[in-house]
Each structure stands twice: as structure tokens, then as C-alpha cells.
């Protein structure tokens, strides 16, 4: 197996490479982002609500693969769901789709753009 | 026989295997590995010699007074210091400076004026934006050049009658760079200001003499300079320390205690409250006893050759960026470099998947990544133990990377 194999899964590359969901919202319902302050990755992610359900969900982020592969998949996972359903959304979902085995040190990068949907559903209320 | 071959044995956290391959070690300026010599002393002392230190009228606790008491002046030697009054015991570097911060920070008045640099570790920035913010002070900033030098001029000018401290890293975490405390301290002095030196990457690289560099303040940690966590040292000069008020109270830092004051004891424990340190301290002594054995001399040229090996090969590389001074420059035992296309945490983490160990990240330097125009980098950095073979790994991993992801 190579190095890459080791630490990134398929998965995660591909995402990496050629994310789904990079980009904005336009006429974005609510925007939010955040700052991992141990390694200064930064996500932004807008949304845009259609009465209870979540029409779409987009990412800009300056962060590693796993934090940018983590922002494409939530942003997947969290379109056509209720706001409630999306705002509930877990880090084993996400890990579950990146089939990823994350180590403690990098859990925060996959988790940062959990957060960030999350306040950004919080302010489209 | 070459420095790296003459040390390897004594540190038996270099023989172990990460992820299939031999550790190669490449994060001393974070915290260096620890030869024997430093952990037996300390096992040695918690077998035969603890207690707590100068209140004890009992064997071990005259032992671990001596033991401690020793150290202080190993340290005083070691760094050129005119006096054992003049070293205080801390946890770290960052709570040396904080120490200094907090005892000078009294003394200050509105729009009283505190100058550091671009390129501080955030241990010698928080520290005095905390002071400021207490006191109505202002905090600035010298840039620094293109080229990852300090900007002496501006520093020059924004010195003023209204500034109080100079607070200053001697050698960059990042960068490298050796910035010229002497010449700053100088002119810190000139104004009538205070003058505050971060030496946590210069005490396990260059030979210090505190009387020659005539800094108000030195900051620095043990575990950078192959002695253990949980001990710092900070060098005040006498005079300015007995007229500094101790900010920090408790056992230890008094002569005579009443009910509603206190007589402060002596330098240098007056700025020592509560148990200190003890074993760390019997570390220390060890650690400056193996450094002394190399030589300083001999360290520092060895690290030097490391680093010029590492900023060369790794400057030919297509799509690698390295960060300040060139290789012909003398500087500090760390390379920080980017890799185009690739995050300074992925770098790190497939360097790690080859069992090479780098930092990544913003290295605890917010502001001069800012200045850099980089969310972080990766860094290597190199002590005693290092191996030009080592280098050469580190070069053609970094090599692989761009297809690696």
C-alpha cells in the first residue's frame, strides 16, 4: 500500500480532488464559518432553505483534504433533508461515507464543517 | 565520528519504528527527544533523593534542596548570567514570559508603549496584550522584510519616549532567523526601555552569555534543549528584578507572613512560589551537562550543516517553497516550507506514513503566517541526534508527495 493509502482513503482523495459541492450558495438563506484554531483550517458553507427543507448546500474552505473531503460530503448528506434532519447530522455519518479510519488528532477536521452547517441552519431560523 | 553518530545511542526513542519505517525524528524546535543520561538522573533522583526542597531539615530534603539549588547554578554558567539571584525557575518559556509580562505589566501606564515583532511565537504576543489591555498600554509591531529578517529601521522608529519594552524572539520558530538581539536590546535601552528576549529556539542551538548580550529578560524551556518538560527558565537582571513586584504568591516567595501583609523573600525565589519543579530541575542540570560534553560549538555547526542540506534540496524541488533566510545565511535549526497544491497538515501526515516526523500547521505564529500570505507550513528541525541521511529521507519523501495524494 502506498503512504497516501495509509493516511487518506479513496474516498477522501477523490473528494479532495474533485469535490461535488464547492462553491456558494446563490440568494443563500444563511451563511456560516469557522476557524479550527489548532491548525488554522477555515470552511465556510451556505445554504439556502426551501420552507422546512434544506434546497442547497454549498462549502469554501481553505483547509487539509480530510477537512475539505468532510465539507463535500456533509454538504451531500445534508441536501434534500429537513433543516432538522441536517442540523442532527452525526461524525459517523460522515465518516461512515468517507470510509475512513481518522486518527484522534485530525477527528476535528473532519468535524469543523459539521459545525459550521450547523450554525449556519441556526441562523437561517 | 559525526555529532548524530556520537549521540544516536544515548536517545532510545530514536530506535523505534513508526508505520513500518525507522522514526526519523524532525520536530526538535517543538520539543527535543532526551539522551539517558537525562532520564536516569531523574529516575535516580526519584529513587534515592526526593523531598520537597528548602524546608525540609531532614536528608532527602537537604538532597533535592542541593540537587535543585544546582541546577540554578548549572544554568547560571551555561547562559553567562553574572549572578545565581538572576535565575528564576518556571514551567516553560511561555510561563517565563508571562511572568515578565505580568510583573512589568504592573508598572505600566495609559498609552504606555510595548513593542515586539511580526514573526513572535504567541507566548511572547498574548502575554503582553494582556498587560496592555490592563493597563491602557498599546501593543506594536516590527515587520519584517521580504527575505524574513526583522525590519531594524521601523523597529528604530517606532521606538519613542513612550516606549516601555522590547520584546523580542532571538531566533525565529518559523524563519529561522537570527534576529540581532544584541543591536535591539541596544536600542530598547537607548529609550529607556525594557528588553525582553524569547530564547526558547536559541538556548539548544548557540552559545549564550548574558552579560555580553545585556538583555533585561531571558525566556526558555528545558524540553527544547534535550532536558524534560515542566521547567523554564527565566534571566532577569538583578536590578531590574528587586525593584519588580512578584505578582505570583503562595509558599516559598516569602520571608514572614501576617494576616494582612507579607515580607517578600529573597531573589531568586521571590518569583518561585509553591513546589517547584524539583525533578525537571535535576533533568536540567543533566541535560546542560551533556550539551556542555558535546560542545556548543560542535552543536551548532552540526545543525548547521543539517539545515544548509535541507533548505538547498529542498529549494531544488519543483513546486516546494521554502521560508526565509537562504542557505548561506546563519540561522536557527528549522526549514519551513510548503508544498504547492498540497495542505502543510497533509504534508505532515504522509510524511508520517513514511515514519518521518514534521510540525505542521501555524507553529503557534498567527501573525507571521499572515504576513507570509500562508494559512501555515510544514517545518522540519533538527538537533544533536539528526543525520544528514535523515535530511536526505525527509528530501525525497517531500519529492513523492505531489503524486502521493
New interface residues.
Given amino acids: 500500500m502506498t503512504a497516501s493509502g495509509v493516511v487518506y482513503s479513496d474516498v477522501i482523495r477523490e473528494r479532495w480532488r474533485r469535490p461535488r459541492f464547492r462553491g456558494d450558495v446563490p440568494g443563500a438563506t444563511a451563511v456560516a464559518e469557522d476557524v479550527n484554531p489548532l491548525c488554522g483550517d477555515r470552511v465556510r458553507v451556505s445554504v439556502r432553505l426551501d420552507g422546512p427543507s434544506v434546497a442547497a448546500v454549498r462549502f469554501v474552505g481553505d483547509a487539509c483534504a480530510i477537512c475539505l473531503a468532510s465539507a463535500d460530503v456533509v454538504a451531500e448528506l445534508a441536501e434534500g433533508r429537513t433543516r432538522d434532519e441536517a442540523a442532527a447530522l452525526k461524525t459517523e455519518d460522515v465518516l461512515t461515507v468517507l470510509q475512513a479510519d481518522v486518527r484522534p488528532t485530525r477527528m476535528r477536521c473532519v468535524t469543523l464543517p459539521i459545525g459550521v452547517l450547523a450554525t449556519a441552519l441556526g441562523r437561517a431560523r | 565520528m559525526r555529532l548524530d553518530e556520537l549521540t544516536r545511542p544515548d536517545f532510545p526513542i530514536l530506535e523505534r519504528v513508526i508505520?513500518g519505517r525507522r522514526l526519523v525524528y524532525l520536530d526538535s524546535a517543538a520539543s527535543s527527544q532526551k539522551p539517558r543520561q537525562v532520564i536516569e538522573a531523574m529516575v535516580r533522583y526519584y529513587e534515592r533523593s526526593h523531598a520537597n526542597v528548602h524546608r525540609s531539615i531532614h536528608t532527602l530534603g537537604e538532597e533535592a534542596t542541593e540537587l535543585y539549588e544546582l541546577a540554578r547554578d548549572r544554568v547560571r554558567e551555561f547562559i553567562g548570567a553574572q549572578s545565581r539571584e538572576e535565575i528564576v525557575f518556571t514551567r516553560g518559556t511561555t510561563d517565563s514570559l508571562s511572568l515578565v509580562a505580568d510583573a512589568v505589566g504592573h508598572t505600566l501606564e495609559a498609552d504606555d508603549e510595548i513593542i515586539i515583532t511580526e514573526l513572535e511565537h504567541h507566548s511572547n504576543i498574548i502575554p503582553w496584550q494582556m498587560a496592555a489591555r490592563d493597563r491602557g498600554a498599546v501593543v506594536r509591531a516590527v515587520p519584517i522584510t521580504p527575505d524574513g529578517h526583522l525590519d531594524v529601521d521601523a523597529l528604530r522608529r517606532l521606538l519613542g519616549p513612550r516606549t516601555r519594552v522590547v520584546a523580542v524572539a532571538h531566533i525565529s520558530n518559523v524563519l529561522g532567523t537570527i534576529n540581532p538581539v544584541r543591536e535591539i536590546v541596544q536600542l530598547a535601552r537607548s529609550v529607556g526601555a525594557l528588553s525582553v528576549v524569547d530564547g526558547a529556539q536559541a538556548i539548544p542551538h548557540v552559545s549564550l552569555d548574558m552579560m555580553s548580550l545585556e538583555c533585561d529578560f531571558y525566556a526558555a524551556s528545558a524540553h527544547k534543549m534535550l532536558g524534560p518538560t515542566g521547567i523554564g527558565i527565566l534571566y532577569g537582571r538583578r536590578e531590574v528584578l528587586e525593584r519588580l513586584e512578584p505578582t505570583r504568591g503562595g509558599s516559598e516567595m516569602i520571608k514572614e507572613v501576617w494576616i494582612d501583609r507579607a515580607q517578600w523573600n529573597d531573589l531568586p525565589w521571590r518569583f518561585e512560589p509553591g513546589t517547584p519543579p524539583i525533578a525537571e530541575a535535576v533533568g536540567l542540570t543533566a541535560a546542560i551537562e551533556y550539551l556542555e560534553k558535546l560542545g556548543m560549538e560542535r552543536v551548532a555547526e552540526h545543525e548547521r550543516e543539517l539545515t544548509r542540506r535541507a533548505l538547498t534540496s529542498l529549494a531544488a524541488l519543483e513546486g516546494v517553497r521554502v521560508f526565509g533566510p537562504g542557505p548561506a545565511e546563519d540561522r536557527g535549526a528549522v526549514v519551513a516550507f510548503s508544498v504547492e497544491g498540497l495542505?502543510?497538515?497533509?504534508v505532515a501526515?504522509?510524511l508520517?506514513?513514511?515514519g518521518i516526523a514534521v510540525r505542521?500547521?501555524?507553529h503557534c505564529a498567527?501573525p507571521l503566517?499572515r504576513a507570509l500570505g500562508v494559512?501555515?507550513t510544514s517545518r522540519a528541525s533538527f538537533s544533536v541526534y539528526n543525520s544528514p541521511e535523515e535530511i536526505d529521507a525527509l528530501v525525497s519523501?517531500v519529492e513523492?508527495l505531489r503524486s502521493?495524494?
Avoid at chain 2, 343 to 346: E, G, R, S, V
Fill in positions: 508505520n495542505h502543510p497538515h497533509d501526515a504522509l508520517d506514513a513514511e505542521a500547521g501555524h498567527q503566517m494559512v501555515g519523501a513523492g502521493a495524494l
